[in-house]
């Protein structure tokens, strides 16, 4: 890839300390393929555990807030009133890639080193925080940790199934040492009011900045979402070769009546300008009855709506329930909802946006500007009223996959923008 210059205002030195980072990180949590580092498990902990160690050695205050989530400083702004949050998550996909939220940690964590080394003090107090439980893939709830601080986690995501051993999300955070009384309370865990910003560093999960040929962008919002883990259609088994068509109640072909009906909304919104995106993940009938030869009784599949405009989501969830409804009466099959799952749409704040374009204008970086497709913490803290800002990394191959191809010289880019923007007396 081709960089912008100046590609990084960091060190050689420093780059060999990032690079070395993510492997270690990357080896000591690594599957069959890729990484797999489960929310709120021992495997989360022991990598916040490695990332205490190394802050530790660069001389960087360490705590730890009511969730468990790891806080990094310069012992002088330890104790600091108000403050700048910088970092982003450290769970995983399963078999997912080794960059997605550890990234933003890191850029965080080499600022404070960088800051500490150089004498330097921020324009405005920084912490970095280790998040814990940002991906839905473990028990179906997104942005747990986020959520968890601002008092957001409600009895059907606290009663979410661990997709391993079944057991309820509540039970997992206890087992790492959060007192749930204040979490199932719906107590906030702190004091909002404290944070100056919050700004998050992602590599993009997306193309447009390999297509584009960009190594750096500035987020403007974040997609929201709404979600079911597991949406069932319920038919009637029978045998494959004996029911004839006028007979038959087949929950298979039911269910791709309605993906055929959402799929053309989808293409009708798009087509009119509007934003939207739909995905069904996990769709599947029962392993233990399905055979070739069999009619299935039942099938399930998960269902995740995202737009940047909260009209769209309300409009499809309608146009969800209005289609059920259509394919229910013509093909004499039942749906059954599960519980949903929401997150509103988020915009980034307009300050921090101008401080993080301004940051990357001084260093030589086209100033690109760009929406998050894909959900982050970030949304959860700008929907509760903190200023928020993102800043995303170039990444090939997506994301959620252990083909992930951030290159470290697009991180140190990254962080470059990160450093410059926390050091702008202006942005303060």
Same mark, same amino acid.
């Given at each position: ?81 108000? #403050?700048? !949050?910088? %970092?982003?998550?450290?769970? +995983?996909?399963?078999?997912? $890639?080794?960059?997605?939220? &550890? =990234? ?45 601080? #601002?008092? !957001?986690? %409600?009895?059907?995501?606290? +009663?979410?199934?661990?997709? $391993?051993?079944?057991?309820? &999300? =509540? ?49 403007? %919002? ?207």
């Amino acid at each position: 890839m081709n960089n912008i210059v100046p590609s990084s205002t960091f060190s050689q030195q420093d780059r060999d300390m990032v690079a070395g980072l993510f492997a270690e990180i990357g080896a000591q949590t690594a599957d069959t393929e890729g990484v797999s580092r489960p929310a709120y498990s021992g495997i989360e902990t022991a990598t916040i555990d490695y990332l205490v160690e190394f802050a530790r050695k660069h001389g960087l205050e360490v705590e730890f807030d009511a969730a468990c989530n790891a806080l990094f400083s310069l012992p002088e702004d330890t104790a600091a009133e108000k #403050f700048v !949050l910088v %970092g982003s998550h450290a769970d +995983s996909v399963p078999n997912g $890639g080794n960059f997605d939220g &550890l =990234a933003g940690i890191l850029a965080g964590l080499i600022c404070l080193v960088r800051a500490k080394n150089e004498g330097r003090h921020f324009a405005r107090p920084v912490k970095v925080i280790a998040l814990r439980g940002e991906e839905s893939a473990w028990y179906g709830p997104c942005y747990i940790g986020s959520k968890a601080l #601002f008092g !957001l986690l %409600g009895t059907t995501e606290l +009663s979410a199934r661990h997709k $391993g051993d079944d057991r309820p &999300l =509540a039970e997992h955070m206890a087992d790492i040492g959060i007192d749930m009384a204040p979490v199932k309370a719906g107590e906030k865990l702190f004091d909002p009011s404290r944070l100056l910003a919050y700004v998050e560093l992602h590599i993009e999960q997306g193309p447009l900045l390999v297509n584009k040929d960009l190594p750096v962008a500035n987020v403007s %919002g974040i997609r929201g979402n709404f979600r079911h883990k597991a949406i069932t259609c319920i038919g009637e088994p029978g045998h494959s070769g004996a029911v004839p068509r006028a007979y038959r109640r087949d929950p298979v072909l039911a269910t791709a009546d309605l993906f055929t009906r959402l799929d053309d909304d989808w293409d009708t919104i798009l087509q009119k300008g509007d934003d939207l995106v739909l995905t069904s993940g996990v769709v599947g009938t029962d392993p233990q009855k399905h055979a070739i030869a069999r009619i299935p009784d039942s099938i399930s599949f998960s269902l995740d709506v995202r737009s940047q405009d909260a009209t769209t989501l309300d409009a499809m969830r309608d146009l969800l329930r209005a289609h059920m409804r259509i394919v229910e009466r013509n093909r004499k099959i039942r749906f059954e909802l599960d519980d949903e799952l929401s997150v509103a749409p988020a915009l980034c704040d307009g300050d921090v946006v101008a401080g993080i374009s301004s940051a990357m204008r001084r260093l030589g970086f086209e100033d690109y500007v760009m929406p998050s497709g894909a959900g982050h913490d970030a949304a959860v803290f700008a929907n509760n009223g903190v200023p928020t800002g993102m800043i995303f990394i170039r990444n090939r191959n997506g994301s959620h996959n252990p083909r992930e191809a951030m290159e470290i010289d697009d991180f140190m880019a990254a962080s470059s923008v990160l450093y410059e923007y926390l050091t702008d007396a202006e942005a303060a």
